[in-house]
């Protein structure tokens, strides 16, 4: 069931409410249970809006049942303005005038997958002293002028991105502009407050990984997964690395990544583009760019054979976690984008709500599995892994779990799926979507997060056609290629030693 998921399977992101150094646990994990092809990243967790996880499933039920074919469902791109200012900002504008709000984001290109192999965790430190104030604005001003003028704001760390973003009535999104515009070159480094915050994060890494058997076990099972890739290491970064980030390591990080050149800025709202286009010149155009290195590779090679691990962890219930190495829209490239979106509706036809094959035949039918869960996320800046998560009913072993998952997945190569499989398989691919696009924050990160990682947001509006495109065949062969035992990392959670007798 995959709502119930006990583990979070794509710990894609950290989002950290204001990072207080007086609030040891204001950061808030966001993270996806299950990723769609719609969200590369599905939530932002925010003081007032939402700490809430999109899960793809919970879109599925609300949406299956109208069986819409994919082609239906558009994205509205009407209103999408793009510029980009000579200090090369890029610039992009979404109207909505559903609220009289506005959201503002900034997007800049660098995450964990850019750091230092001996650095891990530096992006999102970084991300927590960006709240540390600035030679005009110091951090309580800066907290005083978001709440005086009805603000809320917050910030996210994930592979490939850092972002900031603040959701203000319409005609105070300036104040976002200048805020942020701020923070991108005047940032103040005290080492009275980096020391305080170095804390802050070191406790945030204890409580969310250390103190987390699934979350451990998680993090260990990536390195393995992803050994050749920057992915393969956690966001918020081993301990022994995090502790030895000094001061002027943060520096650096922020000299090097925060620039205008290394960022798009998004504002989605009931905004007028010129005026807002203007407001942007005024406070960002007199930023000088700076010369940004190229980012890490994000590839891992696949196909290394089969690897399986033990973990003892102090879970209560046996764990399964299945990974394949598989390449995203980006890594596949346009001569093999086909590949992309079939391991997607592949994805969807295992793990695509209550009649998707693994929860109807695995837990109902046959009654092995008590939770199953799958995830990949084709927008992804580099190859990544497409996730199988399940934990055995009592009196089932793991191995006889992962024998039976396996069992799906050749199903899925040779026998034929039926034409409503598919047909809500791209269906959900799109809903995903369009669900996301109810809220000024959705339309936000969708579009940072795919300029992010390299791609054009518009691609978005041509999704319907690309996954109508793709065929029974396509999505078999993708399988047959991909979702093999050569290129398979399995990792069997297992309770401490006493209390596993029962359930293996
Ligand atoms: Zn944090």
């Not at 993270?31 to 809006?49: F, G, H, Q, Y």
């Not at 980009?84 to 005038?97: M, Y």
């Not at 002028?145 to 910030?155: D, P, R, S």
């Amino acid at each position: 069931m995959p709502l119930s998921l006990p583990l979070p399977i794509t710990p894609l992101r950290i989002a950290c409410a204001l990072a207080m150094a007086t609030s040891l646990a204001a950061c808030q994990t966001s993270t996806m249970t299950s990723n769609s092809v719609a969200t590369s990243t599905s939530s932002i967790a925010t003081k007032d809006l939402s700490h809430s996880t999109v899960n793809k499933n919970t879109l599925n039920k609300k949406t299956t049942s109208k069986k819409s074919p994919s082609s239906a469902l558009a994205m509205d791109m009407s209103g999408r303005h793009e510029y980009q200012l000579e200090n090369g900002l890029k610039v992009v504008i979404k109207e909505d005038h559903r609220a009289p709000v506005a959201m503002t984001q900034i997007w800049y290109r660098v995450g964990s997958a850019d750091e230092p192999l001996d650095k891990g965790g530096i992006s999102h430190l970084l991300e927590h002293m960006m709240f540390k104030g600035t030679a005009d604005i110091s951090s309580d001003d800066y907290e005083r002028l978001i709440a005086k003028f009805g603000g809320v704001n917050n910030a996210f760390t994930s592979y490939d991105y850092t972002g900031y973003y603040e959701l203000f009535p319409a005609n105070r999104m300036p104040l976002a502009l200048e805020l942020e515009a701020d923070r991108m070159k005047n940032l103040t480094f005290n080492d009275k407050e980096f020391a305080k915050e170095h804390q802050v994060v070191m406790e945030e890494r204890r409580q969310r990984t250390d103190d987390n058997p699934l979350a451990k076990a998680y993090e260990s099972f990536r390195l393995l997964a992803l050994p050749n890739s920057p992915k393969g290491e956690s966001v918020i970064g081993p301990m022994n690395e995090l502790e030895s980030i000094k001061l002027s390591d943060l520096k650096d990080w922020y000299k090097t990544w925060y620039a205008p050149n290394n960022a798009t800025l998004v504002i989605v709202g009931d905004v007028q583009p010129q005026e807002v286009l203007a407001q942007v010149k005024r406070y960002f155009g007199k930023l000088a760019p700076s010369n940004v290195p190229k980012r890490n590779a994000v590839t891992q090679k696949g196909f290394r054979g089969y690897q399986k691990v033990d973990s003892e962890q102090a879970v209560q219930v046996p764990v399964l976690l299945m990974g394949y190495n598989v390449p995203s829209l980006v890594t596949a490239g346009a001569n093999n984008e086909k590949q992309a979106y079939a391991l997607s509706l592949a994805q969807d036809v295992l793990d695509g709500g209550l009649s998707a094959r693994l929860e109807s035949r695995l837990i109902r039918e046959q009654g092995l599995l008590t939770t199953v869960g799958t995830s990949y996320d084709f927008l992804d800046r580099g190859d990544g892994l497409f996730m199988i998560q399940a934990t055995p009913r009592e009196g089932v072993s793991l191995e006889q779990a992962q024998q039976a998952i396996i069992s799906e997945i050749e199903k899925l190569k040779t026998d034929p799926i039926a034409a409503d499989e598919i047909s809500r398989a791209k269906t959900n691919a799109v809903t995903g979507l369009v669900y996301a696009q109810d809220s000024m924050e959705g339309q936000a990160r969708m579009i940072g997060s795919i300029q992010s990682i390299g791609l054009d947001d518009r691609l978005l509006a041509k999704l319907p056609t690309k996954l109508d495109g793709i065929s029974v065949a396509d999505i078999q062969a993708a399988s047959k290629k991909y979702l093999v035992k050569d290129n398979l990392t399995v990792m069997h959670i297992v309770p401490p030693k006493e209390n596993t007798t029962k359930a293996q």
